[in-house]
């Protein structure tokens, strides 16, 4: 089955600065890769997924990559704001037969004032 | 706009007992997934249904828990006797699905329950 890795576990960034996190995953079959943010006491929240068939998409400050060949995606999140403290997670699924959306371990990201 | 709702958010039971969680998904969505969060275990998909019926379950742990899905609107997880090691917490999202690639379409998360089992 699918098997999706994460780094970093934590991030700490300056507010106004960029935070990156990237993730790899097993199966070259997989075609949807997105990003959910998760606050505390809350369940995550979808803030950008990306499909295998574009290289990158951007809403506003949030920014994904997909590196098909290399099997790996990165979220970019710049300009970041005191809000943006939060855990984030990237998922992938998509290979017929196994539909189903694994996730990341999940990133702890913190802004600093 | 309801989103999806979970009962209850809060559920302290001692070992051995039933435990039912409840989800209730968002109108006109017809795939529902549960999931279990845990420090060392991460999120981890349970089971979950498209059209009311269950797709796969191979993420359930064990015969102890078990899901239905009656109807379109409510679903349960249940874990009859309770174990220590089941405190978590579970989540149910659900999207809408037209083609029956549920994984593809957008999953919608509720706040879900913490469940700790003394």
């Known amino acids: 089955g699918e098997n999706v890795e994460q780094h970093p576990s934590t991030l700490s960034v300056q507010e106004g600065d960029s935070a990156v996190i990237k993730c790899t995953y097993s199966?070259?079959?997989?075609?949807?890769f997105p990003w959910y943010k998760q606050e505390l006491g809350k369940g995550p929240q979808l803030i950008i997924d990306?499909?295998?068939?574009?290289g990158e998409k951007k809403d506003q400050r949030i920014a994904v990559t997909l590196n098909k060949t290399a099997k790996h995606f990165s979220l970019h999140i710049t300009e970041t704001q005191p809000e943006d403290s939060a855990v984030y997670f990237c998922?992938?699924?998509?290979?017929?037969?196994?539909?189903?959306?694994?996730f990341g371990t999940g990133t702890r990201l913190t802004i600093i004032p | 706009d309801a989103g999806v709702i979970q009962s209850p958010r809060h559920e302290v039971t001692e070992m051995g007992q039933e435990v039912t969680l409840r989800c209730k998904p968002i109108?006109?969505?017809?795939?529902l997934f549960w999931y279990r969060q845990t420090m060392m275990r991460g999120l981890e998909l349970l089971i979950y249904?498209?059209?009311?019926?269950?797709?796969?379950d191979s993420g359930m742990p064990e015969d102890r828990f078990s899901a239905k899905m009656p109807n379109a609107s409510f679903s349960t997880l249940k874990i009859q006797p309770s174990e220590p090691r089941d405190s978590a917490v579970y989540f149910c999202?659900?999207?809408?699905?037209?083609?029956?690639?549920?994984?593809?379409?957008?999953?919608?998360f509720g706040p879900g329950t913490r469940l700790l089992v003394l």
């Open positions: 109108s006109g969505h017809n795939s």
């Open positions: 998922a992938a699924s998509g290979t017929f037969g196994n539909e189903k959306l694994t």
């Open positions: 990306i499909r295998s068939n574009v």
């Open positions: 999202a659900s999207s809408l699905d037209p083609f029956g690639r549920a994984s593809l379409q957008t999953q919608y």
């Open positions: 199966d070259s079959a997989s075609n949807y």
């Open positions: 249904f498209n059209n009311n019926v269950p797709i796969d």
